[in-house]
């Protein structure tokens, strides 16, 4: 096969290479007698003799991947006796000489990509190989990484999966040792990762399916290998991946691919991505250059009768997509690919074949015969996919497509043709799935600390002639004209008889709590001939409060359905009507929470919340009904599923000292308190709203 392949690529490559600096030679003029391998330090030197001298250097062009080195004699015949040859001296492992006509083709077979320098010496061309410099940075390796000696047992600490913003899945890989030889390699249309001397604890030794999260990923098994630890990942369709390690963390990512199918290497990395080769041609035919790269390239190319013309190109180390892409553009070309057939022709052909194959595929949608087909649907409704099927703004159906609804069963009958039936089953597949459950939990909490302290004082004195307590009598009775002897004395805020406050210069200033009474101290100093007096009252109150009310709200709901829940009063209260009389109306004083939520492909709850926690305030008192104490927050937000944020929340504290005072009596030193009252308040409320969403798992219910 290999003698065919050589012979194939002689065949065509010596019958397309005329250099149109190379003199011409006469048919049969040359060719090449002998040739000679010696190896000298790192380079190898490969020495053609030929019949006659060579009056310029041949045309070459060089493979990466087969490592390979082709060169094109003019005029030139195979004088050797034999189509290929073995060395294996350094890195060459054989040659093929191969004649076609009046060319000869000789292509060295490497063992790794080599550069050459080409010189004529007399009758002798010779090739100077030496080794290709590694590009800076890059550095071969068989594995990720290789292993280095530990005195530890290296071994598997977590396993995480993640779905990146771009829809790629990310594995991350937790190690206990840096130092751990990993090795990555796909194994038909699964990624195998070996973890060299690495132990898998039992609780991490099992199979994710993770294909809910939406990325090319389905599952990961991951296996203890005698000392080794082996991952599985099997993903599907398109797909590539990229490694990386950072520190104990080793991470792989797998990334869709978008197959483009006018794009000749599929992969999401910007650039040309395919092997690169060495092209030195003048005035070469254009269709045997094409013949050429798809030989080397192993594509399979059509190239239409109208693509001629010749080119001149020189390139050194291009990806072949980019070289066949300059060609394309220099010429006016393009190209359509199907599957791994590359149909090559010029622009205006291509534009015009395909207005006929969509002309033609809309004549055979007009004559084509229809069929009626019904669709069972199971979660969605048949009216809500009745009006997806025909809907007048965008309609899915042909033009000589009906759909006819049947509610009972909950089907559509649809009549169209077999190519529209398989689109719409197609997608009644896609959307009459199960809709996914999430139960949403709000929390709210109303924290309160008030701290209150009054402080307030009554003084009074009185000069009264004459006043006298009498007696009491045996019957228990008060005497006329006299007060029950009773032991102490009642001040004015007591009894009003004496009346302090308008037979006496008082103070008035007691103390006034908003809740509650305050402590009172009296003290009453009066003479021997109880003809005068004065009185003093003392009124004091501290009050310190904490509280805390906490209300918890739940519902479950389907993805992207508004779920309410609602507890409370209604309060009502009389309104005016048109006619003038009275009615009687209601306003809600609840507790709710209405929320929509949307299950995000990486397994994130986006939703919109509307939370309502409103109170009776029986202390204002409006005169047309019952004040209610409003608490509303309304907003969206992005939640991991189980996680809890705090969507708002509400703190205020409230501060004030305040004094009345007697001008100047006030502000004297010491006795200043005796002529003031102050009250002392520092009250705080606080107020969090908390919001939980939990994904309902099929088959399992929220405990």
Do not use: C
Request: aromatic letters at 6%; glycine letters at 8%; hydrophobic letters at 40%.
């Amino acid at each position: 096969m290999r003698q065919i392949r050589n012979y194939l690529l002689g065949l065509v490559g010596g019958a397309l290479l005329a250099l149109g600096t190379a003199s011409a030679q006469d048919a049969g003029a040359n060719s090449i007698e002998a040739m000679n391998v010696v190896q000298q330090g790192q380079v190898l030197n490969v020495k053609l003799t030929f019949k006659e001298p060579l009056k310029a250097l041949p045309a070459a062009f060089s493979v990466a991947k087969p490592a390979r080195i082709a060169l094109d004699f003019a005029n030139t015949t195979n004088g050797l006796g034999r189509s290929s040859q073995a060395f294996n001296e350094g890195d060459l492992k054989s040659a093929n000489i191969v004649q076609a006509d009046d060319r000869t083709r000789v292509v060295l077979n490497l063992h790794k990509v080599m550069t050459y320098e080409a010189t004529i010496d007399g009758n002798s061309l010779v090739l100077a190989l030496s080794p290709s410099r590694v590009a800076e940075g890059a550095v071969p390796v068989d594995h990720f990484a290789k292993a280095v000696a530990s005195s530890h047992l290296n071994s598997v600490r977590d396993i995480a999966f993640r779905r990146g913003k771009d829809g790629e899945a990310r594995i991350t890989v937790d190690l206990s040792d840096s130092n751990a030889g990993i090795d990555i390699r796909q194994q038909g249309s699964s990624l195998v990762v070996d973890f060299a001397k690495v132990s898998v604890p039992e609780s991490l030794r099992k199979r994710l399916d993770v294909a809910d999260f939406a990325t090319p990923v389905q599952t990961v098994t991951t296996v203890q290998k005698g000392e080794n630890a082996r991952m599985t990942i099997v993903p599907r369709g398109l797909w590539e991946h990229n490694a990386y390690q950072s520190d104990t963390q080793f991470v792989i990512e797998v990334k869709p691919v978008i197959e483009n199918p006018n794009k000749l290497v599929q992969g999401t990395r910007g650039g040309y991505q395919g092997e690169k080769l060495s092209l030195n041609f003048q005035n070469v035919d254009v269709r045997r250059l094409l013949q050429v790269i798809g030989e080397f390239t192993g594509m399979n190319m059509v190239i239409s009768d109208s693509v001629s013309g010749a080119i001149t190109l020189i390139l050194k180390d291009v990806p072949w997509d980019q070289a066949l892409d300059i060609i394309m553009q220099q010429k006016g070309l393009d190209m359509r690919k199907n599957g791994n057939v590359i149909l090559i022709a010029p622009r205006d052909e291509i534009a015009t074949k395909e207005k006929l194959e969509f002309e033609s595929k809309a004549q055979i949608s007009d004559l084509e015969p229809l069929q009626t087909e019904s669709f069972q649907l199971n979660y969605i409704r048949a009216e809500d996919m009745h009006k997806l099927f025909d809907n007048p703004a965008q309609r899915m159906l042909s033009k000589r497509g009906s759909a006819v609804l049947e509610p009972r069963s909950n089907m559509v009958i649809v009549k169209d043709t077999p190519s529209r039936l398989d689109e719409l089953r197609a997608i009644i597949t896609k959307v009459d799935v199960a809709a996914r459950q999430v139960m949403i939990e709000a929390r709210i909490v109303e924290a309160g600390d008030s701290f209150a302290k009054n402080l307030g004082v009554r003084l009074g004195w009185n000069q009264r002639q004459g006043y006298q307590f009498g007696g009491q009598g045996a019957s228990g009775t008060a005497m006329a004209g006299a007060r029950a002897n009773t032991p102490g004395f009642y001040t004015t805020q007591v009894r009003d008889i004496p009346n302090f406050n308008t037979d006496a210069f008082n103070v008035n200033l007691p103390a006034t709590p908003r809740t509650g009474n305050a402590g009172l101290f009296s003290l009453v100093l009066y003479n021997s001939a109880l003809t005068q007096f004065l009185n003093t009252e003392i009124s004091a109150l501290e009050a310190d409060g904490r509280g805390k009310v906490i209300s918890s709200p739940r519902v479950m709901t389907a993805n992207n359905i508004e779920a309410l829940i609602e507890q409370g009063v209604e309060i009502p209260y009389q309104q005016a009507t048109s006619s003038g009389a009275t009615s009687v109306s209601f306003k809600k004083a609840v507790l709710s929470l209405k929320v929509t939520p949307q299950i995000t492909p990486d397994g994130n709850v986006t939703m919109k919340v509307e939370v309502n926690k409103d109170t009776p305030n029986t202390r204002l008192n409006t005169g047309a009904g019952v004040a209610i104490d409003n608490k509303h927050v309304k907003t969206e937000v992005l939640v991991e599923n189980g996680g809890t944020v705090v969507i708002g929340g509400i703190y205020t504290q409230e501060v004030r000292n305040n004094t009345q005072r007697i001008p100047f009596f006030g502000d004297l030193p010491y006795i200043g308190w005796l002529f003031k009252s102050r009250e002392w308040i520092d009250d705080k409320q606080e107020l969090l709203i908390f919001i939980t969403p939990r994904i309902v798992a099929q088959g399992l219910a929220i405990r």
